[in-house]
């Protein structure tokens, strides 16, 4: 659980800017409960990163280089022995159309 907090202070009625105006600051406060999600292990999951990162610069008044950044993109890979290969080409290559063609004859030759 999180929680974000921004209060805006007024700076008082003796203290003026250059300008001559009074001076608002605000104050931001940032809370967690634990602190397990930005530990090395999990620093990289979940965007654990991307919301440690934002929430520092929210902090430092710096909003405008918040983001969410894309997702890595991990590309599957099916790794199969010569064996495995020689057996998943024989099954939807040569087997599969065979079974097909037979049942056609058959069902063919029954009603022939």
Same mark, same amino acid.
């Given at each position: 659980?999180?929680?974000?907090?921004? @209060?805006?202070?007024?700076?008082?009625?003796?203290?003026?800017?250059?300008?001559?105006?009074?001076?608002?600051?605000?104050?931001?406060?940032? #809370?967690?409960?634990?602190?397990?999600?930005?530990?090395?292990?999990?620093?990289?999951?979940?965007?654990? @990163?991307?919301?440690?990162?934002?929430?520092?610069?929210?902090?430092?008044?710096?909003?405008? %280089?918040?983001?969410? @950044?894309?997702?890595?993109?991990?590309?599957?890979?099916?790794?199969?022995?010569?064996?495995?290969? %020689?057996? #998943?080409?024989?099954?939807? %290559? %040569?087997?599969?159309?065979?079974?097909?063609?037979?049942?056609?004859?058959? #069902?063919?030759?029954?009603?022939?």
């Amino acid at each position: 659980m999180a929680l974000l907090a921004t @209060r805006t202070l007024d700076a008082g009625t003796g203290q003026k800017s250059a300008s001559g105006a009074n001076e608002k600051k605000s104050a931001h406060l940032f #809370v967690m409960n634990d602190a397990s999600f930005i530990q090395n292990a999990n620093f990289n999951s979940m965007n654990n @990163r991307d919301f440690v990162l934002n929430a520092a610069n929210y902090l430092t008044e710096n909003p405008e %280089v918040m983001s969410i @950044r894309p997702a890595e993109q991990i590309v599957p890979t099916l790794e199969l022995s010569k064996g495995q290969l %020689v057996a #998943v080409f024989a099954f939807s %290559v %040569v087997l599969t159309p065979l079974l097909i063609a037979g049942l056609g004859a058959w #069902v063919w030759w029954r009603r022939k």
